[in-house]
């Protein structure tokens, strides 16, 4: 059983910073993406930027240049960095990590989701 923890929530003004860390345990596959996600009220979870097991990182067009990906893989541990945060940028945000095993099945698990609020 894979487990993902989120934790650097929290309430900030506009242009403020956050950092959110997620740190997964249990059986995970050493080639894998870890991945934040968030869900606005009302609106459907989307990306907002992943990681892969290498370090090659992808953005969403709305968090470019402000948002940072990163990973260390030996505490199975991935982070965003959340720079010029504006109100926009309210949600609850989720780790995500899945991987395709070498018999071809397709693995992901979720974290519980830690809330971003961002006052104007």
């Known amino acids: 059983q894979v487990q993902l923890v989120e934790s650097g929530g929290g309430l900030v003004q506009a242009g403020g910073s956050l950092r959110l860390s997620c740190a997964a345990s249990g059986s995970i596959f050493s080639r894998n993406v870890m991945g934040w996600y968030r869900q606005a009220p009302g609106k459907q979870r989307e990306l907002v930027a992943a990681i892969t097991s290498g370090g090659s990182a992808n953005y969403r067009d709305f968090v470019k240049g402000r948002f940072t990906i990163s990973r260390d893989n030996s505490k199975n541990t991935v982070y965003l960095q959340m720079n010029s945060l504006n109100p926009e940028d309210t949600a609850v945000y989720y780790c995500?990590?899945?991987?395709?095993?070498?018999?071809?099945?397709?693995?992901?698990?979720w974290g519980q989701g830690t809330q971003v609020t961002v006052s104007s």
């Open positions: 995500n990590v899945d991987w395709v095993d070498d018999a071809g099945a397709y693995w992901y698990y």
